[in-house]
């Protein structure tokens, strides 16, 4: 029997909510990237290093603060658990059930507000929504609610491209970029995700050329997001896991376990390093959260808003 992808909980609304700090939150994760690459002050990555050195907050890497998932196992679905729910994840695989607690997709949507998951990697829905079916939806080639909110071209493009670097129904990044930058430029859904996942499936070839590479493709997606979006859009980025020290695996090796986020656009007032540290995936439904004005909550193994970021 699957595991169910999150620990029971707890739930209570502890305060209701303030001021909305941003009209709207796209999270980006870039799957299995590592603090060292992501943190470098080589230019691999220059609009992500503008978003962390002049125009938001980072955490993650020596100098700049710990951020960690809870684990015990650092792999994609537990990782994106955690992110969604902001708890800590009872996943142990990326063969745990669909998930049956509200997320924070969950929570934009009873809010009135529109939300949108948009991944390379299929098994992401599993982890995004209880009920899925209310979200506009693409992750993989295949797996799709709503298909008619996307452009039905770039949809098919992405269907036919085969799983490029990656296997079963995986949609190479050039192609959910492309479906995600087109969505984002007709709709503004209160909540989006864009999973990435080049990074992840080259590392586990052990092909480093290819994973620097899919970490330009990504930084040149957040260069024409940051154009699409409107003024008072907030932009988070992140990775799912880390990696262990022989760069190819991950799992339970604890130096997996060390994650990062980058934070930049409305609401985002503080300028370099993060000082509250550490914090953990667990932290960022509870910021975005705060962000959006959505009621604050306790809940078992709940994280809390980043204060850097957004405090009630």
């Given at each position: 029997?699957?595991?169910?992808?999150?620990?029971?909980?707890?739930?209570?609304?502890?305060?209701?909510?303030?001021?909305?700090?941003?009209?709207?939150?796209?999270?980006?994760?870039?799957?299995?990237?590592?603090?060292?690459?992501?943190?470098?002050?080589?230019?691999?990555?220059?609009?992500?290093?503008?978003?962390m050195t002049t125009d938001g907050i980072s955490v993650?890497?020596?100098?700049?603060?710990?951020?960690?998932?809870?684990?015990?196992?650092?792999?994609?679905?537990?990782?994106?658990?955690?992110?969604?729910?902001?708890?800590?994840?009872?996943?142990?695989?990326?063969?745990?059930?669909?998930?049956?607690?509200?997320?924070?997709?969950?929570?934009?949507?009873?809010?009135?507000?529109?939300?949108?998951?948009?991944?390379?990697?299929?098994?992401?829905?599993?982890?995004?929504?209880?009920?899925?079916?209310?979200?506009?939806?693409?992750?993989?080639?295949?797996?799709?609610?709503?298909?008619?909110?996307?452009?039905?071209?770039?949809?098919?493009?992405?269907?036919?491209?085969?799983?490029?670097?990656?296997?079963?129904?995986?949609?190479?990044?050039?192609?959910?970029?492309?479906?995600?930058?087109?969505?984002?430029?007709?709709?503004?859904?209160?909540?989006?995700?864009?999973?990435?996942?080049?990074?992840?499936?080259?590392?586990?070839?052990?092909?480093?050329?290819?994973?620097?590479?899919?970490l330009r493709t990504a930084d040149a997606f957040l260069?024409?997001?940051?154009?699409?979006?409107?003024?008072?859009?907030?932009?988070?980025?992140?990775?799912?896991?880390?990696?262990?020290?022989?760069?190819?695996?991950?799992?339970?090796?604890?130096?997996?376990?060390?994650?990062?986020?980058?934070?930049?656009?409305?609401?985002?007032?503080?300028?370099?390093?993060?000082?509250?540290s550490p914090v953990r995936l667990a932290d960022i439904?509870?910021?975005?959260?705060?962000?959006?004005?959505?009621?604050?909550?306790?809940?078992?193994?709940?994280?809390?808003?980043?204060?850097?970021?957004?405090?009630?």
């Amino acid at each position: 029997m699957k595991a169910n992808v999150a620990l029971a909980t707890v739930v209570e609304v502890v305060e209701a909510p303030r001021t909305t700090r941003t009209e709207q939150v796209v999270l980006v994760a870039i799957d299995g990237a590592r603090w060292q690459e992501i943190f470098s002050k080589e230019p691999i990555m220059p609009t992500l290093r503008r978003f962390m050195t002049t125009d938001g907050i980072s955490v993650g890497a020596p100098g700049y603060g710990e951020m960690h998932a809870s684990g015990p196992n650092y792999v994609s679905l537990p990782g994106y658990t955690e992110i969604f729910t902001g708890r800590t994840s009872a996943c142990r695989s990326n063969d745990c059930a669909p998930i049956s607690e509200r997320t924070i997709v969950d929570e934009v949507v009873d809010a009135g507000g529109d939300a949108a998951v948009i991944s390379s990697w299929e098994m992401i829905d599993r982890a995004a929504a209880r009920e899925p079916g209310r979200v506009t939806l693409s992750t993989g080639r295949h797996h799709v609610a709503h298909r008619e909110a996307f452009d039905d071209k770039l949809f098919e493009e992405g269907a036919r491209s085969g799983p490029g670097c990656g296997i079963g129904d995986y949609r190479p990044d050039a192609h959910t970029i492309r479906l995600a930058l087109d969505y984002l430029s007709h709709h503004t859904p209160k909540f989006a995700f864009v999973g990435l996942g080049d990074t992840d499936e080259h590392a586990h070839r052990d092909n480093h050329t290819g994973y620097v590479d899919a970490l330009r493709t990504a930084d040149a997606f957040l260069a024409d997001l940051e154009e699409r979006l409107p003024p008072r859009a907030t932009i988070l980025v992140t990775a799912d896991h880390g990696r262990a020290a022989n760069f190819r695996d991950h799992g339970m090796m604890p130096e997996a376990a060390r994650v990062w986020l980058v934070a930049r656009g409305a609401g985002i007032d503080a300028r370099g390093p993060l000082d509250q540290s550490p914090v953990r995936l667990a932290d960022i439904a509870p910021t975005i959260r705060c962000l959006l004005g959505l009621p604050r909550l306790i809940a078992t193994g709940g994280g809390e808003p980043i204060a850097q970021i957004c405090s009630y």
